[in-house]
């Protein structure tokens, strides 16, 4: 079935790329190159170790958007602050109804030779619209920049291939918020393969927020990768409310010392609902520092997985880094597979990780129900004050505040009703 797909793919990629007339002949020929790497590489599946858990090959979309029938929509309801938002119609750059915010420019792109898997390598090849912006030496921006990844009718059946690069220089701050979503939740099928990559330049800070919300059968795959260089900072939270299939592929590489990133997330799922969390955090350089928080709540039929890996190289001493992954299944068929790992090769450091998998307390439920709340009130509550521990690693307000509501709306609602407990 692998291959199969992957003929179609690349069949189809090598006609898309008769239409990059936007980009230098070197980096057309980048793209070509980066779709030879995808040939040899494959669509992974269970045999691979890091996809054990997750088929993933007759779920996609073989057929790429080439960005030629991309229309403008109305402002998305997610832009929280009208001073700056980037929108994307089906994986395309829409420069009409973005506001870039002062300090936030548009920069060329870079070719690129190797790369994190075979999605990052057929989401280089396939990106018509790949996008580069650079902020600006000592660019220090107090508000949120919503990135909204938009699909429509125009994107079903096909493969979206967002791919966004910043480059944040010396002693710049900014705050993101990436939503993916769809005009229609229940009945789009199509697939996103995104990408998101971050260089930390000294001393820059820079906190990005995902949220999957798409349509409910569609697939995504996504990958959001940062270079941290001396005293750099990096904040990823990735939230993800279900849908068909989802793989999350974060990849943080500590270079020099005194760089930090904190590495969080939360999957809510329900139903046949699928999503793997795959993180690396990578520390090259000494003195650095990475603390890791992901939770599961797993409802129905769906199953959630977490691997997460953090490596110290030999030279790296007095590291500090910490993992932890906590899970809650509210059904006898929901299943949940951790791994979580240390591959430690230096002496002087300070690492912990642990998983745990669990139920609802029986006592917290009656001690609740004991005061007067319902059965179906008393879960939620407890679900809830389960997720905020992410949650409220979140900075900046509103942002926290939407994830809480999209929470409510999109799992308790459902999950946690009357009918599914």
């Known amino acids: ?25 070197s980096y057309k020929d980048s ?6 790497q995808f040939e040899i590489m494959g669509i992974p599946s269970k ?10 090959a007759k779920s996609l979309s073989s057929r790429a958007f080439n960005g030629k029938e991309s229309i403008i929509h109305d402002l998305p309801k997610f832009i929280l602050d009208k001073r700056g938002y980037l929108i994307f119609n089906n994986g395309v750059f829409n420069k009409f109804q973005s506001v870039l915010p002062a300090g936030l420019e548009l920069s060329s ?19 018509l619209s790949a996008i580069s912006f650079i902020i600006k030496k000592n660019t220090q921006i107090d508000f949120p920049i919503s990135i909204i990844h938009l699909v429509d009718d125009i994107g079903v059946n096909k493969m979206i ?34 990408s998101i990559n971050f260089m930390l330049q000294p001393n820059s800070k820079i906190e990005h927020i995902k949220i999957q919300n798409e349509a409910t059968n569609s697939v995504h795959v996504g990958l959001t990768q940062a270079r941290l260089k001396k005293d750099a900072s990096f904040k990823s939270i990735t939230i993800d409310f279900g849908l068909l299939k989802a793989r999350h592929n974060i990849n943080v590489d500590l270079i020099e010392n005194g760089s930090e990133a904190a590495v969080h997330g939360l999957f809510a799922l329900k139903n046949t609902e699928h999503t793997d969390i795959f993180s690396i955090i990578h520390h090259h350089a000494g003195m650095t520092t990475s603390e890791q928080l992901f939770k599961g709540i797993v409802s129905g039929n769906a199953h959630g997985i977490f691997t997460g890996k953090i490596i110290i190289e030999k030279d790296a001493q007095l ?30 450091v300070k690492c912990s990780h642990g998983a745990t998998i669990g139920q609802l307390s029986p006592d917290e439920e009656f001690y609740l129900e004991s005061r007067g709340i319902p059965s179906v009130r008393a879960k939620k509550m407890l679900c809830h004050g389960f997720a905020m521990d992410v ?4 900075d900046n307000e509103s942002i926290r505040k939407m994830c809480e509501q ?8 459902t999950a946690l009703s009357d009918n599914n407990l």
Do not use: C, G
């Not at 045999?47 to 993933?56: A, M, N, V």
């Open 1 to 25: 079935m692998e291959e199969l797909q992957k003929q179609e793919i690349i069949k189809n990629t090598t006609l898309l790329q008769k239409e990059a007339n936007n980009f230098t002949p």
């Open 31 to 36: 793209m070509k190159s980066a779709l030879k």
């Open 47 to 56: 045999k691979d170790e890091d996809w054990k858990y997750t088929s993933i």
């Open 109 to 127: 792109l870079l070719n690129q030779e190797k790369f994190f898997d075979s999605f990052d390598a057929l989401n280089y090849a396939s990106a």
């Open 161 to 194: 291939n967002p791919r966004i690069n910043f480059i944040a220089e010396p002693q710049s701050k900014m705050t993101f918020v990436e939503i993916f979503t769809s005009t229609q939740i229940e009945l789009f099928q199509y697939t996103t393969n995104s």
């Open 319 to 348: 590291v500090s880094s910490s993992q932890l992954n906590k899970n809650l299944l509210l059904s006898k068929k929901a299943h949940i597979d951790t791994r979580p790992q240390l591959l430690v090769h230096a002496d002087d």
């Open 391 to 394: 949650l409220f690693k979140i």
């Open 406 to 413: 999209l929470l409510v709306e999109h799992f308790e609602k």
